[in-house]
């Protein structure tokens, strides 16, 4: 419990002190929780020179095969690469299958490359709850690129725009209508789309997504005034199309730094940050709260049995807490 201990093995690069310190920032327990802040407060100095990328896209795309892929080349380029993947945690149980070392098992074994599983623990979004305090921790340990591999393509997912610097959304052809399963919102955060599986017979059908998303973001208003998303083909199984995407991410680091959007980016994401904290901490509270813990069942009993409505609960836990 000693927090110059992991600060140190971090700074170090000691993968066994990188995993022990990510998983006392995941613990709940409050005790762990106030050594977990003393070694953030201490890392954050030694962060934020990483790429941070998000990655997310519609059930069966593919992304964990694209990031082996992505990442293989990266560390083979000399990168250091860390893949934050979050895996889906069960509604009921709140367990989730962690399995991402078996599904990138050539990256998992590669000497410059850290794979972290983490669970999404019901947080809205499907990125981790602690994800951004993870992101410090390895860029602390020397990792030069971060890929954030979310759950998948929804309204809630948009939560990994505000803690990357660029923000990939790999798409399928071939099955179907292509704007099919993706919202509007979504693509409107994208810095860049990326057509995966185009290989084989289907090369040809994602070419002619390619064209299809090109035509959508034409009516979309851009984001950045230096940065107009691109809609590349790729494929993870054959690598092709791979360094063009990171020829693009590169690309959109350097004239987002060159006109200052990046660092007004990491400024905003920095606010959020903290507002997302304060969201959380003031749930927590609520919860400990001992006039709350008294009333709380008696409440939900309540409002099942239709003897107050949801509103009106609400008010009184609220006012309960506010004492």
């Known amino acids: 419990m000693d927090a110059k201990y992991y600060v140190d093995g971090v700074i170090a690069k000691k993968r066994a002190v990188i995993a022990k310190s990510i998983t006392l920032i995941e ?6 929780q106030e050594v977990a802040q003393s070694i953030i407060d201490s890392l954050l ?62 990256l998992s074994m590669h000497t410059n490359a850290f794979i972290r599983p983490s669970p999404t623990s019901g947080t809205l979004g499907g990125v981790a709850k602690k994800t951004r305090e993870t992101m410090i921790v390895c860029e602390a340990a020397g990792y030069d690129v971060i890929l954030v591999e979310t759950v998948g393509v929804g309204q809630s997912e948009t939560s990994v725009a505000s803690m990357v610097d660029f923000f990939l959304i790999l798409m399928l052809a071939g099955a179907g209508d292509e704007l099919q399963g993706i919202k509007k919102g979504i693509i409107e955060l ?49 690598t092709d199309g791979l360094e063009d995407i990171w020829s693009t991410i590169r ?64 008010r009184e836990l609220l006012r309960l807490h506010g004492k």
């Not at 613990?27 to 762990?32: F, M, Q």
């Not at 560390?75 to 989730?96: I, R, T």
């Not at 059908?205 to 998303?229: G, I, K, T």
């Open 27 to 32: 613990s709940a327990l409050p005790a762990h």
């Open 45 to 106: 100095p030694h962060s934020g020179n990483a790429m941070r990328i998000g990655i997310t896209g519609v059930p069966g795309v593919g992304k964990s095969t694209f990031i082996e892929s992505f990442g293989m080349m990266l560390v083979e380029q000399g990168h250091h690469v860390a893949v934050l993947a979050v895996d889906p945690s069960s509604s009921k149980s709140g367990g989730s299958v962690l399995g991402d070392k078996t599904r990138m098992e050539k």
């Open 190 to 238: 994208a810095d860049a789309i990326a057509i995966n599986k185009a290989d084989g017979n289907n090369i040809e059908r994602a070419l002619e997504a390619r064209n299809e998303y090109v035509s959508a973001l034409n009516l979309m208003d851009s984001q950045s005034s230096v940065w107009d998303v691109p809609v590349l083909t790729c494929s993870a199984l054959t």
């Open 251 to 314: 690309d959109h680091r350097q004239k987002l730094t060159a006109a200052g959007e990046l660092a007004e980016k990491r400024r905003s994401q920095s606010i959020d940050w903290m507002w997302s904290l304060v969201q959380e901490g003031l749930k927590d509270r609520f919860f400990r709260d001992p006039d709350v813990k008294v009333q709380f069942q008696k409440t939900i009993d309540a409002v099942e049995n239709g003897l107050t409505s949801p509103s009106a609960a609400a």
